[in-house]
């Protein structure tokens, strides 16, 4: 905490009244510290996504953004169930070891997804998003939730947040290391805010926080106490 306090001090500082690049790389640098004090051995895709903002592509240890996404509504859930991102990635590691011939394909069939995903992306940032475009959303989604069960990083709490949100006819996958953690639901433009609202608090009812935000948006900013919402404020006192 004291390091923090002194990287926001330094900013506040130094930085005037916006942050450049150095600054930013500073934040992304500090940021994968912490990961790796959490998770060991982290991709990097966490704090470089949380610090520069947008869509990444993370393939081969090599990460890369990916120009001109569209924004996306989503709701992005927290389970409560505290996980290990090191064990999830042993575990997975331990089925590919065992089983081989079943768990490759699955990978490479994530991959597919990732590759379709990111295709029908640039295909709504290049055109005016269609009602289409987010059925291949949606289904991708569920593909995607139902690979990651078979590898083994599902976890009962998420498999009820898909069955809560689908009910309402939205679709939700883990995020994350998987095991518990936390899981998005995508929200189409057309999802009426009744059904957001009551779907928010079938969550809550779960014993879920659940907030409405986007993919694709903006970095790391600089916000006086006075422009954060009181919700906002009140996650950020539990930390």
């Known amino acids: ?10 900013l506040s500082v130094f930085a005037g009244s916006g942050w450049g690049e150095v600054e930013m790389e500073l934040i992304d640098r500090w940021a994968f510290q912490g990961e790796r004090i959490i998770h060991g051995n982290p991709s990097g895709v966490d704090n470089a996504v949380g ?6 592509r993370y393939h081969s240890g090599k990460i890369t953004p990916i120009s001109r996404v569209p924004m996306l509504r989503i709701l992005l859930t927290n389970t409560k169930v505290p996980r290990s991102t090191k064990v999830l ?14 768990i490759k394909p699955v990978l490479e ?22 009602p289409e475009h987010y059925n291949v959303l949606e289904e991708l ?18 498999d009820t947040l898909c069955r809560v949100t689908l009910a309402r006819g939205l679709h939700s996958k883990l995020t994350g290391a998987g095991g518990g953690g936390c899981g998005i639901t995508l929200l189409r433009p057309e999802t009426e805010c009744l059904v957001v609202q009551d779907t928010i608090q ?32 009140e996650v950020l006192a539990r930390y």
């Not at 990635?89 to 079943?102: L, Q, R």
């Open 141 to 158: 989604i569920d593909i995607n939730q139902h690979h990651l069960n078979v590898m083994g990083v599902g976890h009962p709490a998420l």
């Open 202 to 233: 079938d969550l809550r009812d779960c014993g879920y926080d659940c907030w409405e935000t986007s993919i694709g948006a903006a970095g790391v900013q600089q916000h006086s106490p006075l422009a954060v919402k009181e919700e906002v404020l």
């Open 51 to 56: 610090t520069w903002g947008g869509i990444l």
């Open 109 to 130: 069939s994530v991959n597919a997804v990732s590759c379709t995903c990111e295709q029908t992306l640039s295909e709504m940032a290049s055109d005016t998003p269609t």
């Open 1 to 10: 905490m004291a390091i923090l306090a002194f990287l926001y001090i330094y």
């Open 89 to 102: 990635v042993a575990g997975v590691k331990d089925k590919m070891n065992k089983f081989p011939s079943i």
